[in-house]
């Protein structure tokens, strides 16, 4: 008898489970609630919230190596790779980032390959976004503009011609390290060239490696780092926002 009057309440129960989750507001969640954030006025302009690291005015938030003031050329509101200077990195470090970068390379050609146009956009100064003038420029493809340097090549080739201004848009997810130095989550990058999605939520396998595999050697947060690699860059309008 105990276990006939166990059942029924058992089976009241599933219905009025059943009952309830077939409501449209069960599954809504309404907080927090999504902070307003005002779109700046322009294309690409920075918003609210956003850290503006290059105005066009100084290279203050930058230094080489995290300490010597950058060398590099700031004229016109752009900023400009003096070659030989070495690279650029931000003063301030950053976990998850959305960051929103210009640039521009020579509009003289020279070189080919991995000589022409060539930067970097280096998330964490350890993972890179590759920048390089592949506009009727053939290199390897995941070696190429936009692609997550010798680990995933671009979707699409999304590069305007040499000398013409264009966008990155970078959704950057950290990797997540335990306390023992094992990477528990790899990090994950989404990239718009242009406007152009080339890199969708893709997995970093590890650092960016000329030579040799990836490594995962554990970290925290890390500085942004622009590569001097020879050729005469030009950069406007960075800003990041921390996620
Ligand atoms: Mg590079």
């Excluded at 306390?179 to 718009?192: C, E, N, S, Y």
């Excluded at 939520?201 to 995962?216: C, D, V």
């Amino acid at each position: 008898m105990k276990s006939i009057i166990l059942s029924c309440l058992f089976l009241f129960l599933n219905f009025a489970l059943l009952a309830q989750i077939t409501k449209p507001e069960v599954t809504e969640v309404w907080d927090p609630e999504p902070r307003l954030v005002t779109p700046g006025a322009k294309y690409a302009a920075p918003p609210s919230d956003a850290i503006v690291l290059f105005d066009g005015t100084s290279a203050d938030n930058f230094t080489h190596d995290g300490q010597k003031p950058v060398d590099w050329i700031v004229k016109d509101g752009i900023m400009t790779v003096k070659e030989g200077t070495g690279q650029i990195v931000t003063k301030e470090e950053f976990g998850d980032i959305q960051l929103h970068l210009e640039f521009r390379t020579p509009s003289v050609v020279e070189g080919e390959g991995q000589g022409r146009g060539n930067s970097g956009v280096f998330l964490q100064g350890r993972y890179e976004v590759q920048i390089l003038d592949n506009f009727e420029n053939r290199t390897y493809a995941n070696g190429q503009c936009a692609s997550i340097y010798k680990q995933t090549p671009p979707l699409v080739n999304a590069c305007r011609k040499p000398g013409e201004w264009q966008s990155y848009d970078i959704i950057f997810n950290a990797p997540v390290f335990n306390t023992d130095g094992m990477r528990i989550r790899p990090g994950f990058v989404t990239v718009l060239q242009n406007g152009i999605l080339v890199q969708n939520h893709t997995l970093i396998q590890g650092t960016s490696e000329y030579i040799g595999m990836p490594k995962n050697i554990a970290h925290g947060d890390g500085p942004i780092f622009l590569q001097d690699h020879g050729n005469p860059m030009s950069f406007r309008n960075i800003w990041v926002r921390k996620l």
